[in-house]
T-cell receptor, first 109, second 113 residues
Framework: GQQVMQIPQYQHVQEGEDFTTYCNSSTTLSNIQWYKQRPGGHPVFLIQLVKSGEVKKQKRLTFQFGEAKKNSSLHITATQTTDVGTYFCAQGYSDKLIFGTGTRLQVFP | DTAVSQTPKYLVTQMGNDKSIKCEQNLGHDTMYWYKQDSKKFLKIMFSYNNKELIINETVPNRFSPKSPDKAHLNLHINSLELGDSAVYFC????????????FGQGTRLTVV
């Protein structure tokens, strides 16, 4: 079946450090979505990327879609303790929304 | 008003029992999903339901069955519960299947003892 791998699986950073998670697909993607799940919470939509090479920013978060539309990244500049959670990429595939394996971010004050 | 609501939030039950989890969305969406999140936080799709068409993930045991009385509801029924069914189950909905954001319910933590 379709697989979407994310790396790293876990990341611990000191507050103020940057963080990046990468999402890789075995096939070309029509679009990619990113979600954040706080501890004990539910996934919440952050953004969708559609175009090859697209870059979008939300405050300290930068999202990128690869030129070949097979990978994507989420970069957080100067992490804060409120950034703690698991970040998932997701892709539509065969009438299903498939989630990546997720990257769990821990931020130490 | 909560966009996607699930009940119950917590469910503890014994092996072999049958249970249901309810999901309702008030967003007017055509597509609803059920996901299972295990202890490693992997989100695995179980079902998607779009315009009365059910798409089943082939890895889901047939003890799990979705039931949709109308477009706003997609309930999950589980027969003969097993220990390995313990997980958090999320319901979600979206306008379309592939290219629009999904809105998630709060989740149901199922514990089978």
């Amino acid at each position: 079946g379709q697989q979407v791998m994310q790396i790293p699986q876990y990341q611990h950073v000191q507050e103020g450090e940057d963080f990046t998670t990468y999402c890789n697909s075995s096939t070309t993607l029509s679009n990619i979505q990113w979600y954040k799940q706080r501890p004990g919470g539910h996934p919440v939509f952050l953004i969708q990327l559609v175009k090859s090479g697209e870059v979008k920013k939300q405050k300290r978060l930068t999202f990128q879609f690869g030129e070949a539309k097979k990978n994507s990244s989420l970069h957080i500049t100067a992490t804060q303790t409120t950034d703690v959670g698991t970040y998932f990429c997701a892709q539509g595939y065969s009438d299903k929304l498939i989630f990546g394996t997720g990257t769990r971010l821990q931020v130490f004050p | 008003d909560t966009a996607v609501s699930q009940t119950p939030k917590y469910l503890v039950t014994q092996m072999g029992n049958d249970k249901s989890i309810k999901c309702e969305q008030n967003l007017g969406h055509d597509t609803m999903y059920w996901y299972k999140q295990d202890s490693k936080k992997f989100l695995k799709i179980m079902f998607s339901y779009n315009n009365k068409e059910l798409i089943i993930n082939e890895t889901v045991p047939n003890r799990f069955s979705p039931k949709s009385p109308d477009k706003a509801h997609l309930n999950l029924h589980i027969n003969s519960l097993e220990l390995g069914d313990s997980a958090v189950y999320f319901c979600a909905s979206s306008k379309g299947v592939l290219s629009t954001e999904a809105f998630f319910g709060q989740g149901t933590r199922l514990t089978v003892v």
